[in-house]
């Protein structure tokens, strides 16, 4: 399914038996990251894989970790 005008395209999207969402979409070549992602827990936790090589996860209990582009952590 393309997205017209958001510069991606979904690729997949789902719910598991433990109940956790995800999606998946892809960004094209021109992207770090072309095949990014999110998932989101049913404890409340989720993660993202960002098309410009970052990552994202929040515990779901205020603790988070955001790693950029480069691969440092903040």
């Known amino acids: ?11 997949g999207s789902g719910t598991n038996s433990q109940g956790n969402h995800w999606c ?23 993660y993202y894989s960002n098309p410009n090589g970052s990552t994202y996860y929040n515990n779901g209990n205020g603790g988070s970790t955001y790693t950029p582009p480069s691969g440092g952590k903040k």
């Open 24 to 46: 998946s979409r892809d960004y094209g070549s021109g992207a770090s990251n072309s095949n990014s992602y999110h998932y989101s827990n049913s404890n409340g936790s989720y």
């Open 1 to 11: 399914m393309s997205s017209s005008g958001k510069g991606y395209t979904y690729t």
